[in-house]
């Protein structure tokens, strides 16, 4: 079968979602969902699955600044020359790959529908060659962060404690349940005080769903602030590989047993894309 390119004029995302797919999505940002994509990518990959990562916060990228990566091909290289997504799979040096995006161009923050459902299409065709994908998505409400969430069986809000970031994730969690997104919506509440606090901002947070979206969102993790976090970003290295006995690490490690427990039934491989 041909792989679908960035540019073949595709309309409209397919409505299934994908089975082995997983967004981790914020109402806002700095709640440390790239760090938290990139330490559940290397804690699925040490649980024996193959791993694929894509930045898809098209503005704004940084997985691989995170990762100290500089790749040949990067997700706006593919998109300009339409050539196909397993192009710009790069090996992270963790284990799992990565498809980067490119920090700071606003040509893909503003794709138009025809090119974001293509690259969606892209996506699709790429994933079969994995058992999990990743996405990282922006920040926000905007169209293609919920267009991209929709494409995933599983979609990971994080939030804090804070209440700006309660409020917009709340705000996601709306918009997703309003567009009639089909994956299941959970939350991951990161940097907690401790399992108790994270418990009470978790419940915060679905008590609003409850109340006013008629939906009961599952508690997928908490993962307890750890200073060994910003010191593995400040290293450009992932916490699993530089302080894999660090608390935050369990608590990854906890959230991908969770997942992959809980998760539909993810499809073989069909391919070998991207290796």
């Known amino acids: 079968m041909t792989e679908t390119t960035i540019a073949n004029g595709s309309t409209a995302p397919r409505s299934a979602p994908l089975g082995n797919a997983i967004a981790i999505a914020s109402g806002k940002g700095g ?8 330490s559940l990518a ?7 699955e193959r791993v694929l990562l894509f930045d898809g916060d098209l503005g704004l990228a940084n997985v691989d600044i995170q990762l100290g990566l500089t790749p040949a091909i990067d997700l706006g290289t593919a998109i300009e020359r339409e050539w196909p997504l397993s192009r710009a799979v790069t090996p992270s040096g963790a284990g799992f790959s990565v498809i980067a995006g490119r920090s700071g161009s606003g040509g ?4 138009p529908a025809h090119r974001l459902a293509a690259l969606i299409d892209g996506l699709r065709q790429v994933a079969t060659g994995y058992d999990r994908v990743i996405l990282d998505l922006g920040a926000g409400i905007d169209r293609p ?3 991209l969430a929709s494409l995933c069986a599983t979609v990971v809000v994080v939030a804090n404690d804070e209440p700006t970031t309660l409020t917009d994730a709340y705000a996601l969690i709306k918009m997703l349940k309003a567009d009639g997104a089909p994956g299941r919506v959970g939350i991951a509440v990161n ?4 399992v108790a606090q994270g418990r009470q901002t978790f419940e915060t947070l679905a008590k609003a769903c409850r109340s006013f979206l008629k939906f009961d969102p599952a508690l997928l993790g908490i ?4 200073t060994k976090v910003k010191d593995a970003i400040r290293a450009q290295t992932p916490l699993l590989t530089r302080h894999p006995a660090a608390i935050a690490a ?3 490690e ?6 992959a427990a809980e998760t539909r039934e993810v499809p073989p491989r069909q391919t070998s894309l991207g290796t």
């Open 31 to 38: 709640v440390g969902k790239t760090w938290l994509s990139i």
């Open 42 to 48: 290397q804690a699925l990959t040490q649980a024996g």
């Open 108 to 111: 893909l923050a503003h794709l």
């Open 145 to 147: 962060v919920r267009q």
């Open 191 to 194: 940097s907690a005080q401790d």
């Open 223 to 226: 993962i307890r602030r750890d």
């Open 250 to 252: 369990a608590d990854v």
């Open 254 to 259: 906890a959230l991908a047993s969770l997942i």
